[in-house]
Nanobody
Framework: QVRLVESGGGLVQPGGSLRLSCTAP????????MGWYRQAPGKQRELVAH???????NYAGSVKGRFTISKDVAKNTVYLQMNSLQPEDTAVYYC?????????WGQGTQVTVSS
């Protein structure tokens, strides 16, 4: 069974940066549109960015200009570079296909933005 593995989260001060990674051993991402999602406490999971198999990207308005999604096909890894982080970015971040999130959800990686 496919297992998505997210990593790279942590505690960062407002204005700081983090780079998240997502991989799925044994499953090639290149054929999918891949997205980064996040779920803050008490809120629904939301899509923050996605990247097509052709490399086109799209972002939620709340992160546009601050986050960058990318992928390394050779490493079968999708990244989310997050800059200018704000407390409202605090959430568990997940990757999955888009639309529809057809793979089982991974554990996610916690991002906490706090001074």
């Amino acid at each position: 069974q496919v297992r998505l593995v997210e990593s790279g989260g942590g505690l960062v001060q407002p204005g700081g940066s983090l780079r998240l990674s997502c991989t799925a051993p044994g499953r090639a991402f290149s054929i999918y549109v891949m997205g980064w999602y996040r779920q803050a406490p008490g809120k629904q999971r939301e899509l923050v960015a996605h990247i097509t198999n052709g490399g086109n990207t799209n972002y939620a308005g709340s992160v546009k200009g601050r986050f960058t999604i990318s992928k390394d096909v050779a490493k079968n890894t999708v990244y989310l570079q997050m800059n200018s982080l704000q407390p409202e970015d605090t959430a568990v971040y997940y990757c999955n296909t888009h639309p529809g999130a057809i793979m089982p959800w991974g554990q996610g990686t916690q991002v906490t933005v706090s001074s």
